[in-house]
T-cell receptor
Framework: DTGVSQNPRHKITKRGQNVTFRCDPI?????LYWYRQTLGQGPEFLTY????????KSRLLSDRFSAERPKGSFSTLEIQRTEQGDSAMYLC?????????????FGPGTRLTVL | DAKTTQPNSMESNEEEPVHLPCNHS???????IHWYRQLPSQGPEYVIH???SNVNNRMASLAIAEDRKSSTLILHRATLRDAAVYYC???????????FGKGTRLSVIA
């Protein structure tokens, strides 16, 4: 069990640039979630997938954000035309439905800094 | 979303028990009570969850009030590795996304 992995771990970019993050969930987990966490706050839900279908998007997910999970395995989160307010930790989690608690297993996150 | 109230911070001595409270007076009958914790520079990790009865696992115990309007996470012997932010989360059935509050920052003193 290699756990949830996220790449890159850190990303520094200039305002206006596009960035893409990748999340590799625990194999065979059918659900994949994206959250965002700013300093001193708990994580906030952005969106989630069941297999390759994107089932829910938070109102926090502006038009500049897009997420995909093309084959129901890894997922990417892209932010276009980054703004300083996008600076945050982006967390990915995966889970297997039908296991009672639907425990979510989180990756270490990608820390984005927009200059 | 049903809301929870937790103290901002708590402190404990190493090797002593810690009781982390959570108030959730607006809990609905089907909401599960979940606890996650976040160690420094890591993503959150699951600790324990329950519905009505008290629960124990290798990490902690969860004591749920009879009216379910509050609960307490119990760490039986705090270690330095338990220093983290602890989140109490109400979750309706159906594998919904987690709604985190600010949690309780637990400091453990050697």
């Amino acid at each position: 069990d290699t756990g949830v992995s996220q790449n890159p771990r850190h990303k520094i970019t200039k305002r206006g640039q596009n960035v893409t993050f990748r999340c590799d969930p625990i194999s065979e987990h059918n659900r994949l979630y994206w959250y965002r966490q700013t300093l001193g706050q708990g994580p906030e839900f952005l969106t989630y997938f069941q297999n390759e279908a994107q089932l829910e998007k938070s109102r926090l997910l502006s038009d500049r954000f897009s997420a995909e999970r093309p084959k129901g395995s890894f997922s990417t989160l892209e932010i276009q035309r980054t703004e300083q307010g996008d600076s945050a930790m982006y967390l990915c989690a995966s889970s297997l439905t039908g296991t009672g608690a639907d425990t979510q297993y989180f990756g270490p996150g990608t820390r984005l800094t927009v200059l | 979303d049903a809301k929870t109230t937790q103290p901002n911070s708590m402190e404990s001595n190493e090797e002593e028990p810690v009781h982390l409270p959570c108030n959730h007076s607006t809990i609905s009958g089907t909401d599960y009570i979940h606890w996650y914790r976040q160690l420094p520079s890591q993503g959150p990790e699951y600790v324990i969850h329950g519905l009505t009865s008290n629960v124990n696992n290798r990490m902690a115990s969860l004591a749920i009030a009879e009216d379910r309007k509050s609960s307490t996470l119990i760490l039986h012997r705090a270690t330095l590795r338990d220093a983290a932010v602890y989140y109490c989360i109400l979750r309706p059935p159906g594998n919904t996304p987690l709604v985190f509050g600010k949690g309780t920052r637990l400091s453990v003193i050697a």
